[in-house]
């Protein structure tokens, strides 16, 4: 016999991945997913469950209310507090013995967490589990569950899958990267008609109390740059009732204008809120026949809004930012103090925007791994390797991310300066690599006593940077040599080099290497995320030196700086 399971959570990806976690676990179950408040009693009222699992909150409704709903109606049946952050307030009675908390990051324990409350339970208010035996191995998910919570099945379209998945991941990769609104929505108009295989797709933006259609990309004209009220589109339905409309035939469904759709090719559609608990927008995608969209289709529409959303919150926070330093500027032009705050808020709005990249990318990469585990027998070498390069991306994203956060640190962190032994520093890091790639025969020379009164995490991270960016292009020279020592200007002011006979670059281009994001190779070339540079700028900066790069494409390149008041003028290498 199933258990019969109720849970609530506003997010889908976390209706799946407790489903995934329960199979995983042999757990054999028939689950009902909800979303809000009216759909959870309305469940609670309608029929018993074996076991309630509910979010710690939902927008609107709070774990406290569901639990309490769940003891009015239900008082007997466990409930399970399964949450990203669990809210403390949310504790069951001493007394009640059939609660449980449990954090999203240990699903694994699921199973047996509800083995638990289920024995607490009091007697003859559960039902024996269907729990394979220890010694069988976990049942293949060869077949998507009954109800709301269903996933993909793998079979015959784990090709679509993870062709959609990949083009969820470019899709995201290019948001995070957009710094204006007309970027965001030519992104998201081609992303969608992608992702759900249609023959057009529209961005509509919220004004007012109407909806404005921003942006097409469909087979012929749709409505781009009309405005029609909230009330009479149905792009203004999904924003006011907060929820995706799926609409297999328009003219069989009561919210569609049919004389506005008539002259277009439409026949089914779907539209999806930007922001689910204050739309800003919808994304729309049509086609131009009859078609019900897929459980696939709406979860990767959903994940692409929600990537809108964080998207479009950056933009507008980076183009107030800017505005307001602007503003200031002009307003206390010498005022260093004031240019000092903005600086701070620019490296918070770096640190937030990275941080809320990396919760999409997690879910990704979650998902991938557990179609490759699942579907490992049923994937051709072609399926592997699409997610394989799915895989490769996620891992850029988060090292780039890793390195905006490095990036946004650099600021804030307490300067300590002490006497640093950089030969010693250098050598460590070498002996790093060299670990790294046996395989390399590469040349190293670092003299002694080289040293210098800096900080010396800071300066570790300056070095760090340097020894690998020559350790990387010089990786495909033979005879490779990495060259590190001082040299001092005609004042007798000491700089230190770290020099190599690499790739090299054109020397015009080298003012565009401290920028964030600007690489003069490409990632098949060398790999990397073309951040490192701009945090050893900002690192001598701050001990009041200065960096610069010579080089010749194909004969290496020298990074020289200095640390104190920035030279007059200083010698090449």
């Not at 077949?143 to 015959?156: I, K, L, M, Q, R």
């Not at 379209?157 to 991941?169: E, I, R, Y």
């Not at 203004?236 to 297999?248: F, K, Q, T």
Request: charged letters at 25%; hydrophobic letters at 40%.
């Amino acid at each position: 016999m199933k258990l019969r399971i109720l849970h609530l959570d506003d997010n889908p990806d976390d209706h799946e991945l407790v489903r995934l976690a329960l199979a995983r676990a042999g757990l054999h179950c028939d689950i009902e997913a909800v979303s809000n408040r009216d759909g959870y009693v309305s469940a609670l009222e309608r029929e018993p469950f074996d076991v309630i699992i509910s979010d710690s909150g939902i927008p609107g409704y709070d774990g406290n209310a569901a639990m309490s709903a769940a003891r009015d109606s239900r008082p007997a049946t466990p409930f399970i507090v399964v949450s990203g952050g669990v809210d403390p307030r949310i504790a069951p009675e001493p007394e009640d013995h059939a609660c449980a908390r449990l954090p999203k990051t240990e699903l694994s324990r699921l199973a047996s967490v509800i083995d638990t409350v289920r024995r607490r339970a009091p007697k003859g208010a559960t039902r024996p589990l269907s729990i394979a035996s220890a010694a069988a191995p976990a049942p293949r998910i060869d077949a998507p569950p009954s109800g709301p919570a269903a996933g993909a099945a793998a079979g015959p379209s784990d090709g679509a899958h993870v062709a959609g998945m990949k083009h969820l991941v470019d899709a995201v990769q290019q948001l995070s990267l957009a710094r204006d609104l007309q970027t965001v929505m030519d992104i998201v108009r081609h992303a969608a008609r992608r992702l759900a295989g249609s023959d057009g797709a529209t961005f509509v933006l919220r004004d007012g109390d109407r909806c404005f259609y921003a942006e097409e990309d469909a087979i012929s004209p749709l409505w781009k740059g009309q405005r029609f009220p909230l009330s009479a589109c149905i792009s203004g339905w999904a924003m006011l009732n907060r929820r995706a409309a799926i609409i297999p035939d328009i003219y069989q469904d009561s919210r569609i204008p049919h004389d506005a759709y008539r002259p277009t090719f439409v026949k089914s559609l779907m539209m999806t809120p930007i922001r689910t608990s204050a739309p800003i927008g919808a994304i729309g995608v049509y086609w131009a026949r009859n078609h019900e969209a897929t459980h696939e289709e709406i979860e990767l529409l959903r994940a692409l809004a929600d990537s809108t959303c964080v998207a479009i919150e950056s933009v507008d926070l980076l183009e107030n930012l800017e505005k307001r330093v602007a503003e200031r500027t002009r307003e206390v032009r010498e005022s260093s103090a004031e240019l000092e705050v903005l600086n701070q808020e620019l490296e918070a709005f770096c640190h937030s925007a990275a941080h809320d990249l990396r919760p999409p990318l997690s879910t990704i990469d979650g998902f991938t791994q557990a179609l490759l585990e699942d579907s490992r027998g049923s994937l051709d070498d072609a399926g592997r390797a699409h997610l394989g390069r799915i895989t490769g991306a996620v891992e850029r994203m988060q090292a780039l991310i890793g390195d905006l956060l490095t990036l946004s640190r650099i600021v804030r962190l307490p300067m300590n300066p002490v006497q640093v032994d950089l030969s010693q520093m250098a050598r460590e890091i070498i002996d790093g690599h060299r670990t790294a790639s046996p395989e390399r025969k590469v040349e190293v020379s670092i003299p002694g006593g080289l040293a210098a009164e800096a900080d010396a995490g800071l300066l570790r991270i300056v070095l760090e940077n340097l020894l690998s960016n020559a350790w990387k292009y010089s990786s495909k020279t033979e005879a490779a040599r990495i060259e590190v020592g001082t040299e001092s200007d005609a004042a007798g002011r000491k700089s230190y080099f770290v020099r190599d006979n690499g790739a090299g670059f054109d020397s015009q281009c080298a003012s565009k290497l401290f920028s964030p994001f600007q690489r003069l190779h490409t990632q098949s070339q060398f790999p990397g995320t073309g951040v490192g540079l701009s945090t050893v700028k900002r690192i001598v900066h701050r001990h009041g030196g200065k960096i610069w790069a010579t080089a010749d494409i194909g004969k290496g390149a020298c990074f020289q700086f200095t640390l104190g008041p920035a030279p007059g003028s200083l010698r090449s290498c």
